[in-house]
């Protein structure tokens, strides 16, 4: 993956996500069709995973196929709301390895507050898929990949569904090392930090809390 960032412009992940930011969109329908562009996204931000091989049979004869290595991948979650993204891509992948880095923003100075965090062992060697549904200032993004470097990751990639040029902009100065994968780039951030025209607050909405 060379570009820093890919807009996923597929019919059927645009669609499900103007259903997601219409604001009568129900906590259940929301989280419903996260799981299912996450299951989108997945393909594209796994495009250039790496393959391995084994002997397999088919009916017919023996062949070498080509498979995944599962367990070379780390998917962390940035909680709460990563876990929408993450839910659906393990579907996908079971046996990748998971880790969470519990952030919250404060709502006064757009800050991350860490709350939490597990990654798994050898990061170093794996591919690191960081997921989190908004990317807003930035600031979240690059704290958990701040971390994750200093904890010996080195192959990070950063999913999202919606990000504003202003956490773009931030992550490529941050992290250019690390390639983003969005759903959408929204126009910009408001006063409140929230991205325009966005969906609103995903942690929210996903479980429900306002
Ligand atoms: O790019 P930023 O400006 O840092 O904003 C993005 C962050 O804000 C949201 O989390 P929030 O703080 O609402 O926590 P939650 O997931 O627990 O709701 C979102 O899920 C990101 O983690
Ligand atoms: O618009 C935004 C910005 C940050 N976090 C959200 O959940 N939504
Ligand atoms: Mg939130």
């Given at each position: 993956m060379t570009d820093h960032l890919?807009?996923?412009?597929?019919?059927?992940v645009q669609h499900k996500l103007t259903l997601m930011r219409e604001k009568d969109t129900s906590t259940a329908s929301f989280r419903r069709l996260l799981r299912e562009i996450s299951l989108l996204l997945a393909y594209e931000i796994t495009r250039e995973m790496?393959?391995?091989?084994?002997?397999?049979?088919t009916p017919l004869?023996?062949?070498k196929a080509p498979i995944l290595e599962g367990k070379k991948l780390a998917l962390v979650s940035i909680l709460r709301a990563g876990n929408g993204l993450l839910d659906g891509i393990l579907e996908l992948i079971p046996a990748a390895r998971v880790g969470f880095i519990g952030l919250y923003r404060d709502p006064e100075t757009l800050k991350p507050v860490q709350y939490y965090c597990k990654v798994p062992a050898e990061?170093?060697?794996r591919l690191v898929i960081v997921v989190d549904p908004m990317l807003a200032t930035g600031n979240s993004s690059v704290a958990a990949i701040d971390l994750l470097?200093?904890?010996?990751a080195k192959n990070i990639r950063f999913l999202c569904l919606l990000a504003a040029p202003e956490g773009v902009a931030r992550m490529k100065e941050a992290h250019p090392d690390v390639p983003i994968v969005t759903a959408a780039l929204d126009?910009?951030?408001n006063d409140h930090g929230y991205i325009v025209?966005?969906?609103g607050d995903a942690g929210?909405?996903?479980?429900?809390?306002?």
């Open positions: 890919t807009v996923v412009t597929h019919p059927l790496e393959l391995t091989s084994k002997w397999i049979e004869q023996e062949m990061i170093e060697d470097k200093e904890k010996g126009e910009r951030l025209p966005g969906l929210d909405r996903m479980f429900g809390t306002k």
